[in-house]
């Protein structure tokens, strides 16, 4: 096996080595049954055990409290986008949206085809390099939510402060859920597809706050109602177990790594020095602004386009992937959710500082 290099795609993304030995294993022979993982039945003893402790330690982590069902589906974050106003808009009902990138630009054209939406605020004039405080728009007093997406992977902007303007928050945190404590109170649902801080693509984990389950049209599809999937324990159909498995795995590693205080204090420090770097001269120039600034997310640009392929070139040949910026902002970016190792931070800062030295 060649040796492992560092990973800063943005997702699927880099997941603690010692999970991927133990899925490795566990795909061949679970529990010591003669069964590996991925073949064992969903409602299996052995599943129905993986599945309530990956929900348990969810619960856990993120002091979930008792009112709020968490839930696995599947269909990426983006089914999300018409979940949501499929279970709680209807004919006549508002919701208040912000426009903070390309992920909420999405949320809101679906959402569009289910109520009245109105976008509050938009930073699509600076490029999304922002994310608003609160005195920057308002929310009409009959919004059902106020929907807005926490961490903004493309731009590298996230919320540092959730709004407090009084509505009910439903948030997209695909790019940043367990990497800091929350007040899970303030939302009335929260998703996240999996394949950034918590394990593979295939699932979405929704935490859903108990009495919007009731809100929805007796004519929305089955499988489309969030009442189906909390009924059943998210087995109304078969779920997908092997991410499933995987995020619990995730789950007990973050805990061993003293939960989610600890790893915000990681976070933070592992983006400081790069933001150091960024901020030290006028050869990088980071896309968000200060106060917007991402832990997971880090966007840059070089002074030339050139320059930026030199840069991912070097830097694929000593062993960084997925440096490159989104096709959408293009420069470079550097993900470093959760599970990227604070070492390999510290290498990229060296080759960033070695590489303006010699290009200046
Ligand atoms: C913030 C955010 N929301 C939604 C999505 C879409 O997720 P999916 O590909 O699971 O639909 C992404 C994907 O990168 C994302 O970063």
């Not at 009245?116 to 608003?132: L, M, W």
């Not at 990497?179 to 009335?188: E, N």
Request: with cysteine; proline share 5%.
């Amino acid at each position: 096996m060649p040796e492992r290099i560092y990973n800063f795609s943005p997702g699927p993304a880099t997941l603690p080595l010692s999970v991927l030995k133990e899925a490795a294993s566990d795909i061949v022979n679970f529990n010591d049954k003669g069964i590996g993982l991925i073949e064992l039945s969903h409602r299996s003893k052995e599943f129905m055990a993986v599945a309530d402790e990956t929900e348990s330690l969810i619960r856990e982590l993120l002091d979930v409290p008792d009112n709020y069902k968490v839930l696995f589906l599947q269909g990426g974050a983006s089914s999300q986008f018409f979940m949501i106003p499929m279970n709680l808009l209807g004919s006549g009902k508002k919701a208040t949206y912000l426009n903070t990138g390309v992920w909420s630009k999405k949320a809101i054209k679906e959402a569009e085809n289910f109520g009245d939406i109105t976008v509050a605020y938009s930073s699509a004039d600076v490029s999304f390099n922002k994310v608003p405080q609160d005195s920057e728009y308002s929310v009409a007093p009959d919004s059902e939510y106020l929907y807005l997406v926490s961490n903004n992977t493309i731009y590298g902007t996230q919320f540092s402060k959730f709004p407090e303007k009084g509505a009910m928050l439903v948030c997209d945190m695909s790019s940043d859920i367990l990497s800091r404590p929350l007040d899970i109170s303030k939302f009335g649902i929260i998703f996240a597809g999996a394949q950034k801080n918590m394990g593979p693509a295939g699932v979405t984990v929704v935490i859903v706050r108990d009495d919007l389950l009731d809100k929805v049209a007796e004519t929305v599809p089955t499988m489309l109602k969030y009442s189906t999937h909390a009924e059943k324990g998210s087995m109304f159909n078969t779920p997908p177990t092997f991410a499933i498995y995987c995020v619990g795995r995730v789950m007990r590693w973050l805990k061993n790594q003293g939960g989610v205080l600890s790893i915000q204090k990681r976070n933070e420090e592992k983006a400081a020095l790069i933001y150091e770097v960024l901020d030290s001269g006028e050869f990088y120039h980071g896309h968000a602004e200060k106060s917007s600034r991402s832990m997971m997310n880090i966007a840059f640009n070089l002074p030339t386009p050139e320059l930026e392929a030199a840069f991912i070139k070097e830097a694929a040949a000593i062993g960084f992937d997925g440096l490159k910026g989104h096709r959408s902002i293009g420069g470079c970016r550097a993900s470093i959710y959760n599970a990227f190792p604070r070492e390999g931070v510290e290498k990229l800062v060296q080759f960033m500082n070695k590489f303006s030295a010699e290009n200046s």
